[in-house]
């Protein structure tokens, strides 16, 4: 399996950045992380992915580190809505990958 | 709506009872993946098909087999069913095969909440 490490849990205050860290130092050179959120019990929603380069989108941004042992998914303005189990993968083919326990965010009023 | 439809959305059933799960992927994807969610637990995956053949197994029993059909939906049956089975079962459909490529994400559909007594 392809093991990640992140925190289990986290608290943010409403309108400040959320920085989430998750470590991936197994990952080889051609293998993308990916970042999934799940809101209670609804299904994981895909967040972003990168390979080496940080990415934004509409939803976030991703730090992937130069060695690409670890990265970063930034919520720049987290609201009550972020509240949810965020997931760090890095797939290599999605075989008997889990998605482990990720990180519970706790956006705080 | 993600394009991922799950149904049933609740089933509740006896234990040492079968039950046949249902997936439509999303329009365009052909591969379909099925995960197991124990209550406060990670996603567990379960198995993969890709356009119809099996493509990667998990920790799945022995109890639990699934198909992709011709039309690319996917049946998960689980049977001789058993209080542990209890679970959120998802669904998630992508374009490709291999999660290397970066264009490779999941889409998961709403799930499939199974209660045995």
């Known amino acids: 399996d392809a093991k990640t490490t992140q925190p289990p849990s986290m608290d943010c205050a409403e309108g400040r950045a959320a920085n989430l860290p998750c470590n991936h130092s197994?990952?080889?050179?051609?293998?993308?992380v990916y970042w999934y959120r799940q809101i209670h019990s609804q299904g994981p929603q895909y967040i972003i992915h990168?390979?080496?380069n940080n990415e934004t989108n509409e939803m976030a941004s991703l730090i992937i580190t130069e060695d690409r042992k670890s990265s970063t998914l930034i919520l720049p303005h987290a609201t009550l809505r972020d509240t949810a189990v965020y997931y760090c993968i890095f797939p290599g083919g999605y075989q008997k990958v889990t998605f482990g326990i990720g990180t519970k965010l706790q956006v705080i009023p | 709506d993600s394009g991922v439809t799950q149904t049933p959305k609740h089933l509740i059933t006896a234990t040492g009872q079968r039950v046949t799960l249902r997936c439509s992927p999303r329009?365009?994807?052909?591969?379909v993946y099925w995960y197991q969610q124990s209550l406060d637990q990670g996603l567990q995956f379960l198995i993969q098909?890709?356009?119809?053949?099996?493509?990667a197994k998990g920790n799945i029993l022995e109890r639990f087999s699934a198909q992709q059909f011709p039309d690319l939906h996917s049946e998960l049956n689980l049977s001789s069913l058993e209080l542990g089975d209890s679970a959120l079962y998802f669904c998630?459909?992508?374009?490709?095969?291999?999660?290397?490529?970066?264009?490779?994400?999941?889409?998961f559909g709403a799930g499939s909440r199974l209660t045995v007594l």
């Open positions: 990168g390979l080496k």
């Open positions: 197994t990952i080889s050179g051609n293998e993308y």
């Open positions: 098909y890709y356009n119809g053949e099996e493509r």
């Open positions: 998630a459909s992508s374009v490709g095969n291999s999660g290397s490529s970066g264009a490779n994400v999941l889409t």
């Open positions: 329009s365009g994807d052909l591969s």
